[in-house]
T-cell receptor
Framework: GAVVSQHPSRVICKSGTSVKIECRSL??????MFWYRQFPKKSLMLMAT?????????EQGVEKDKFLINHASLTLSTLTVTSAHPEDSSFYIC?????????????FGSGTQLSVL | KQEVTQIPAALSVPEGENLVLNCSFT??????LQWFRQDPGKGLTSLLL?????REQTSGRLNASLDKSSGRSTLYIAASQPGDSATYLC???????????FGTGTLLAVQP
């Protein structure tokens, strides 16, 4: 099956630093990738949709200058949490849609646990 | 705006019981619905996907049904085992937003 690799799996950083999370589709091309955020014991909240070669579409309430998304190629999307603060601590997970499969199921990365001290 | 709700929020059952998890969604114009499993601190494991034209899907002890017109889906787990303990999430894809929207989740604990 299709594989989505997300890296790093865990990151601890000081307040004020920026953190980049990578999401790669290993064996397929992904025209669209989605970034989610999950608070402890909560469901996944869609943050933004990134389309290859164009600007990401952010959900209401998500700061686009805080969460920079780049989808430079059909196999890579990155989420950069800029000037991270403790309230940005959360579990971030990406998903990708296989362009060959149209609107079938999405494939998920294993997630990144971000802890900001 | 699509809203996805799961009931119950938490469930504890003894090993061996059959159980049903419920998922409801407000916008019935979906392409598909998926059920996922999430273990603590981990990513998602896709369990079943039901296309909008299908009524149900089965995999092993799991059976998922979809009633698109009423905006409901159920996940049936037969002969539950302690290893089934996890959070179960349903998610709908498509409709006006063309996004995958997750439900609120059901935390399942199967007691040995």
């Amino acid at each position: 099956g299709a594989v989505v690799s997300q890296h790093p799996s865990r990151v601890i950083c000081k307040s004020g630093t920026s953190v980049k999370i990578e999401c790669r589709s290993l064996d397929f091309q992904a025209t669209t990738m989605f970034w989610y955020r999950q608070f402890p014991k909560k469901s996944l909240m869609l943050m933004a949709t990134s389309n290859e070669g164009s600007k990401a579409t952010y959900e209401q309430g998500v700061e686009k200058d805080k969460f920079l998304i780049n989808h430079a190629s059909l196999t890579l999307s990155t989420l950069t949490v800029t000037s991270a603060h403790p309230e940005d601590s959360s579990f971030y997970i990406c998903s990708a849609r296989d362009r060959r499969k149209g609107n079938e199921k999405l494939f998920f990365g294993s997630g990144t646990q971000l802890s900001v001290l | 705006k699509q809203e996805v709700t799961q009931i119950p929020a938490a469930l504890s059952v003894p090993e061996g019981e059959n159980l049903v998890l419920n998922c409801s969604f407000t916008d019935s114009a979906i392409y598909n619905l998926q059920w996922f499993r999430q273990d603590p601190g981990k990513g998602l494991t896709s369990l079943l996907l039901i296309q909008s034209s299908q009524r149900e899907q089965t995999s092993g002890r799991l059976n998922a049904s979809l009633d698109k017109s009423s905006g409901r889906s159920t996940l049936y787990i037969a002969a539950s085992q302690p290893g089934d303990s996890a959070t179960y999430l349903c998610a709908v894809y498509g409709g006006a937003t063309n996004k995958l929207i997750f439900g609120t989740g059901t935390l399942l604990a199967v007691q040995p």
